[in-house]
């Protein structure tokens, strides 16, 4: 089952509408969070100024450098 959810939070002017089949409205908002700041991490990595994946870095050092940066 889908629902179709609208979320307005302190830190938006506007409302986000969310679609998702979680059971509650509160599950669904706590997923997209996590699901909107691996994006944004993954856009920063790959070409707003990081650039990691063109810099050589072995696939070790890689790892190790991408969880610092996830734990912060």
Known sequence: MLRAI???GRE???SIYLV???STGKETVYWYRKRFRIETLF???KGRG???HKNGL???LFCLVLSGMALE
């Open 43 to 45: 856009s920063d990595i």
């Open 6 to 8: 609208a979320y307005w």
């Open 58 to 60: 072995s696939l070790p």
């Open 12 to 14: 938006y002017k506007d």
């Open 20 to 22: 998702s089949n979680f």
């Open 50 to 52: 990081f650039n990691l």
